[in-house]
């Protein structure tokens, strides 16, 4: 839907204003086109906070793992 030329890429004219503050954080190199690797390398960079924020608030003893122990500790303290 956002390919309106049908051109295969999404380039910021194909956007309505509101979503063009969006495109321009995911083209990367600004050139105007967003690719297939900065929409990989915008979710990575996404996927890669989540994963240190899940174990940030969950591996309480900071081993790499987290356990059930800790995950049951994090949901007590929520509740607190």
Do not use: C, H, N
């Amino acid at each position: 839907r956002a390919d309106r030329d049908g051109d295969g890429r999404i380039a910021a004219a194909d956007l309505a204003p509101a979503a063009q503050k969006r495109f321009m954080r995911l083209d990367a190199d600004k050139d105007g086109v967003v690719t297939r690797a900065e929409v990989e390398a915008w979710l990575a960079a996404i996927m890669e906070r989540r994963r240190d924020r899940i174990m940030e608030r969950l591996d309480a003893d900071k081993d790499g793992r987290i356990t059930e122990t800790e995950v049951r500790a994090y949901v007590e303290s929520l509740a607190e």
